[in-house]
């Protein structure tokens, strides 16, 4: 089974809804995940986190208010509903989950080689 396996992505123009969605496996049912992402040229940023209960989140400052994430336990997903799409939120968006920490911190201050990644899904925002 495919640890973290990210769907969704695609082309959309500015000001539209996308949501995308990630798999994960039962190694990450008790821990916390969230969402990165890369711009091309860019190095890989934090997007938003949640907790292992689905009950407490984190965004970064340029998506709080646009973007929405969420968990579904006994589905194992995690989804990421992006609104007020702009241009400059194009890139691969990837799962991200931790192994060692059950609170939205462990993503957000963890170094991003001591958690576990996907392989990403392109988001493409037109002007």
């Known amino acids: 089974q495919v640890p973290l396996l990210e769907s969704g992505g695609g082309l959309v123009q500015a000001g539209d809804s996308l949501r995308i969605s990630c798999t994960f496996g039962?190694?990450?049912?008790?821990?916390?995940l969230g969402w990165f992402r890369q711009a091309p040229g860019k190095e890989r940023e934090f997007v938003a986190a949640?907790?292992?209960?689905?009950?407490?989140?984190y965004y970064a400052d340029s998506v709080k208010g646009r973007f929405t994430i969420s968990r579904d336990i006994p589905k194992n997903m995690v989804y990421l509903q992006m609104n007020s799409l702009k241009p400059e939120d194009t890139a691969v968006y990837y799962c991200?989950?931790?192994?060692?920490?059950?609170?939205?911190?462990?993503?957000?201050?963890?170094?991003?080689?001591?958690?576990?990644w996907g392989k990403g899904t392109l988001v493409t925002v037109s002007s």
């Open positions: 991200s989950g931790s192994q060692s920490g059950t609170s939205t911190t462990d993503i957000v201050q963890s170094p991003q080689d001591r958690l576990y």
């Open positions: 039962r190694a990450f049912t008790n821990y916390a």
């Open positions: 949640i907790n292992w209960g689905g009950h407490t989140t």
